[in-house]
């Protein structure tokens, strides 16, 4: 059974299957593709100067935590400019942290809203 969740944010609201949410996590884990379209939607979600200064300035709920946007920031640079990702930089985005099994994969509200 397909089980629909709400989520809420600064008076937005979106809804979607908890079932797309682990395919969505699952590609992101197997395929760099899926890596780097997730890596690309949150820096896009950045605000313009975040992005010039690779840092987070703003309590928006887009883009990077601050304690991961100069890390992010500059793998998704490396990505624009060099075309590919270094084997450590893809592990380290996949890496599980103590509050989520994927450092990328804990934006997962950002990610499933525009998968």
């Keep these: 059974m397909t089980k629909v969740v709400t989520y809420k944010n600064r008076g937005r609201e979106a809804r979607f ?7 969505v996590l699952a590609e992101i884990q197997n395929s760099d593709a899926a890596l780097f379209k997730a890596l ?7 605000t313009f100067d975040e992005r010039l200064e690779r840092t987070s300035k703003y309590k928006n709920m887009k883009g990077f935590r601050w304690s991961h946007a100069k890390a992010m920031s500059d793998i998704a640079v490396s990505l624009y400019e060099v075309g590919r990702l270094t084997d450590s ?9 103590s509050d989520h099994p994927s450092r990328i994969g804990m934006y997962w509200e950002q990610l499933i809203i525009s998968w």
């Design 17 to 23: 299957r908890t079932d797309a949410t682990q395919e």
């Design 40 to 46: 690309d939607i949150l820096f896009s979600r950045q």
């Design 89 to 97: 930089q893809k592990a380290w985005l996949r890496e599980g942290t």
